[in-house]
């Protein structure tokens, strides 16, 4: 079985550029989460989907980060314009409504100088 | 709002020896389910263990298992036979049953041949 596939792995940007990650979860898999980690911390949620409905993006950034997940597979997350304080690594995570665990990809690096 | 503390930010243990590692967490939930990851330098997050929190039986899984204290809201790990490829960093992460996942700051284990 194929795990939770992210990309790209790592990303270099400048400040006031925008950035794009995506997400690709395990065959099957109905919820999807978003997650960034900073150096040293645990991972903070950033969006939760049920199938193409994000049901919990309290902890989102609006004004400069999205999130989509088209028909309710994969996933995109966007930042526009990253700022230096952006620089984390952004995780991914799927499971399913039948129980609480959670399987996370190995995440984007994401760099902003 | 839950809360998950590990007050413990490194620890270091000798091959083939035991060590335990601490998390505290806070909640008025009655249901919920606690899990230990392990987060090697790679940064896929791996689950070692979970606990559901209306079983009063400690989870264990080989090597690994824990103390759940319910009254006490403490979920320690215990890590029997350390070996090399156990050095990494564990979180202690908390999960309502909303199915968000609330993580401890991290506790880094290094194990010394």
């Known amino acids: 079985e194929a795990g939770v596939v992210q990309s790209p792995r790592y990303k270099i940007i400048e400040k006031k550029q925008p950035v794009a990650f995506w997400c690709n979860p395990i065959s099957g898999h109905n919820t999807l989460y978003w997650y960034r980690q900073n150096l040293g911390q645990g991972p903070e949620l950033l969006i939760r989907y049920e199938n193409e409905e994000a049901v919990d993006d309290s902890q989102l950034p609006k004004d400069r980060f999205s999130a989509e997940r088209l028909k309710g597979v994969d996933s995109t997350l966007k930042i526009q314009p990253a700022e230096l304080g952006d620089s984390a690594v952004y995780l991914c995570?799927?499971?399913?409504?039948?129980?609480?665990?959670?399987?996370f990809g190995p995440g984007t690096r994401l760099t902003v100088t | 709002a839950q809360t998950v503390t590990q007050s413990q930010p490194e620890m270091s243990v000798q091959e083939a020896e035991t060590v335990t590692l601490s998390c505290t967490y806070d909640?008025?939930?009655?249901?919920?389910?606690l899990f230990w990851y392990k987060q090697p330098p790679s940064r896929q997050m791996i689950l070692v263990i979970r606990q559901e929190a209306y079983k009063q039986q400690n989870a264990t899984e080989n090597r690994f298992s824990v103390n759940f204290q319910k009254a006490a809201k403490s979920f320690s790990l215990k890590i029997s036979d350390s070996q090399l490829g156990d050095a990494a960093m564990y979180f202690c992460a908390y999960c309502s049953n909303t199915g968000k996942l609330i993580f401890g700051q991290g506790t880094t284990l290094q194990v010394k041949p």
């Open positions: 909640t008025s939930e009655s249901d919920y389910y």
């Open positions: 995570a799927s499971g399913t409504d039948r129980g609480p665990r959670q399987y």
